[in-house]
């Protein structure tokens, strides 16, 4: 919530709740095309990650998208997908660039 109202105090966005509206082919097609891999998007910080020896496994890219796409635990939040650009991750290095991405207008 904390990243969303830095983001977005006067801006459009089209939110996505991928708890309750599961992510797409073609929108995880869309963000691998932008973000350049699969990895990119994952995150290994999730609990099922570690749960399910992920952590022990050396994954491939048809790997990383058929978890993405099986549980949204595994996407890295938020992502911001704007002006054909991506920001993946609650990092302050990427919140702040998607910031200046959308502050720049």
Do not use: C, W
């Amino acid at each position: 919530m904390r990243i969303l109202k830095e983001l977005r105090p006067d801006k459009d966005f089209v939110l996505q709740d991928i708890k309750e509206q599961e992510l797409t082919v073609q929108q995880l097609e869309l963000m691998h095309n932008l973000a350049g891999s699969y990895e990119a998007l994952f995150s290994r910080r999730a609990k099922l990650y570690k749960e399910m020896g992920l952590k022990e496994m050396t994954l491939t890219e048809e790997d990383y998208k058929y978890y993405l796409l099986k549980h949204y635990t595994f996407l890295q939040r938020p992502v911001v997908i704007f002006n054909e650009k991506i920001f993946i991750g609650n990092s302050k290095k990427s919140v702040s660039a998607a910031k200046q991405a959308i502050n720049n207008l």
